[in-house]
């Protein structure tokens, strides 16, 4: 099953704050032009995946938030196609407190984006908040996302100083946003010292060149079982990101560059998520009881598991 651990949904890019929005007016190229996040165009861009993560955001610095409600509402939209993850600025005040209203809502995970909210990762308040996530068993996603505004604190995206958090809570599951690019290698770094932390690939499935660097380094570093599949919808759809990832080595084509197996690329993609966070698969609406008579031994027969082979790019048998 093919999980996309980070999307996003908002009724408007104002939603992400108004310095955000004025990043989407002003930029005319990709990944910028891709503004509007409803719920209409995320059902449809979500069919080639089986779970889909949907994040919330909320940083008083920028005056930003998608809250708990409108994360959770697209969960219940969606039954058993839909994970949720709670947008908690620790600065905002009683982080704790909103991890649990966002618990009762039924979201499973929480996101943060120190950049964008202004706080050092090992901030007081924040690391009560990896405190509860971890009795809670709960996965936490760090953004990488300082380059959205001009008001981010970008020194606070460096993936290293995530260190102190994973040394002082080592059974808590973190996510590192777009494997914290611009510092990739800092990213892959933290992977390999620790292997309760996981990156995604959010912010460079739509960079062929940075994509290919990045999965070569955490391959030789052998943490690429570390790395999970994200899209970043709206920026990029599933089914992009998907062809993205098979097409990743033609990048190199003709060259005596190395390149990523292809198998390594099918791991990520098809990637048991869910299961890697600790995250309980959401269930699904329960069928319609069928009479004794009509029941049949299919019908008790697992799904086959989702066949990406559409997307993959056959490359130069000369390579």
């Not at 032009?33 to 949907?54: C, F, I, K, L, N």
């Not at 990743?248 to 003709?254: K, L, P, R, S």
């Not at 197996?261 to 600790?278: A, F, Y």
């Amino acid at each position: 099953m093919i999980v996309d651990l980070h999307t996003r949904i908002w009724t408007s890019p104002a939603q992400l704050g108004e310095s955000v929005a004025e990043q989407f007016r002003r930029r005319r190229t990709e990944p910028w032009e891709q503004t509007t996040g409803s719920a209409e165009q995320h059902a449809q861009a979500m069919d080639p995946v089986g779970v889909a993560a949907v994040l919330g955001f909320e940083s008083t610095l920028l005056g930003a938030k998608i809250d708990h409600e409108q994360v959770a509402n697209e969960i219940t939209a969606h039954p058993g196609s839909r994970v949720g993850f709670a947008g908690i600025d620790p600065n905002a005040g009683h982080p704790v407190r909103s991890l649990e209203e966002a618990l009762n809502a039924g979201l499973v995970g929480v996101t943060v984006c120190p950049a964008a909210a202004g706080f050092h990762p090992t901030d007081t308040r924040a690391m009560e908040l990896f405190e509860a996530c971890q009795s809670h068993g709960v996965p936490v996603h760090v953004e990488s996302s300082g380059r959205l505004a001009r008001q981010a604190r970008l020194e606070f995206d460096q993936p290293v100083l995530l260190d102190e958090v994973a040394r002082e809570f080592p059974d808590l599951k973190l996510v590192i946003g777009s494997l914290g690019d611009p510092w990739v290698d800092q990213g892959v770094a933290l992977l390999a010292k620790h292997p309760t932390v996981y990156a995604d690939l959010a912010g460079l499935v739509s960079q062929p060149w940075r994509l290919l660097s990045s999965l070569l380094s955490a391959f030789h570093h052998q943490v690429i079982d570390q790395v999970l599949f994200a899209s970043n919808f709206p920026f990029c759809d599933p089914a992009q990101a998907i062809k993205n990832m098979y097409s990743v080595n033609t990048v190199t084509q003709g060259t005596n560059l190395p390149s990523v197996p292809r198998e390594q690329l099918r791991s990520i993609v098809e990637r048991d998520t869910l299961t890697v966070l600790g995250i309980p698969k959401p269930d699904a609406p329960a069928a319609e009881p069928k009479a004794p008579a009509e029941a049949t031994e299919s019908d008790e027969t697992p799904p086959e598991p989702a066949d990406t082979s559409a997307y993959e790019v056959v490359e130069d048998p000369a390579r």
